[in-house]
């Protein structure tokens, strides 16, 4: 499968734990992006990651939530001491890299499913 | 700040009639659109795209029509098919930015 792969797809923390989500671009895309979807509402964009650098992260919070995408590996979305308003569906989209990035559809992965006790 | 709003939360078809779903945004800087489509337990799929050069845009029996004046554009889907119920989200960007603004959706259920 060379879309973009999103795991785990449901994760179930209690309060106060981390949660730890993990986004494989698609093959040949160097662009990553996190969105968060709370119920009845649309995706919401939260960070913008190219390898190793974040690019735009004006839409994730301050306080607790932190984003990377390393030389190797995927990108990891980290949520520290989670809390009851953490609970939604995390998405991951990637695109190319350069120009041919900009005005293209960014294609998305499944989705995490984060619920907090 | 709801930059992009659908306006319907859903909408009822018989099959083989036209699907008009509608999205409005008010940033004037938004240059380039899409139309996604959701399943539940999925992710959002890629339909059509527009860019702000054009106020028309086809594949097959999704038309995409953007009236830049009015800050709205509209999907239009022809002819439905149950296949095609689903929710539907339009996003929007702008310029040199990568970051996508989405609506709410329009659940979309297309009778037999």
């Known amino acids: 499968n060379a879309g973009v792969m999103q795991n785990p797809r449901h994760l179930v923390r209690r309060r106060g734990q981390e949660a730890r989500l993990r986004c494989s671009p698609m093959?040949?895309?160097?662009?990553v992006y996190w969105y968060r979807q709370l119920p009845e509402e649309g995706l919401k964009f939260m960070v913008y990651?190219?390898?190793?650098?974040?690019?735009?992260e004006s839409g994730m919070p301050k306080e607790r939530f932190s984003a990377e995408f390393p030389k190797e590996g995927p990108s990891i979305l980290r949520i520290q001491q989670v809390v009851r308003g953490d609970s939604a569906a995390y998405f991951c989209?990637?695109?190319?890299?350069?120009?041919?990035?900009?005005?293209?559809?960014?294609?998305f992965g499944d989705g995490t499913r984060l619920s907090i006790l | 700040d709801q930059q992009v709003k659908q306006n319907s939360p859903s909408l009822s078809v018989q099959e083989g009639r036209i699907s008009i779903l509608n999205c409005d945004y008010t940033?004037?800087?938004?240059?380039?659109f899409l139309w996604y489509k959701k399943y539940p337990a999925e992710g959002p799929t890629f339909l059509i795209s527009?860019?702000?050069?054009?106020d028309k845009n086809e594949d097959g029996r999704f038309t995409v029509f953007l009236n830049k004046s009015a800050k709205h554009l509209s999907l239009h889907i022809v002819p439905s098919q149950p296949g095609d119920s689903a929710v539907y989200f339009c996003?929007?960007?702008?310029?040199?930015?990568?970051?996508?603004?989405f609506g709410s959706g329009t659940k979309l259920n297309v009778k037999p």
């Open positions: 940033n004037s800087m938004f240059d380039y």
């Open positions: 989209a990637s695109s190319p890299a350069g120009r041919q990035g900009l005005n293209q559809p960014q294609h």
């Open positions: 990651l190219q390898k190793e650098n974040i690019i735009d």
């Open positions: 996003a929007a960007s702008r310029g040199n930015f990568n970051k996508f603004y």
């Open positions: 527009i860019s702000s050069i054009k």
């Open positions: 093959k040949g895309h160097s662009h």
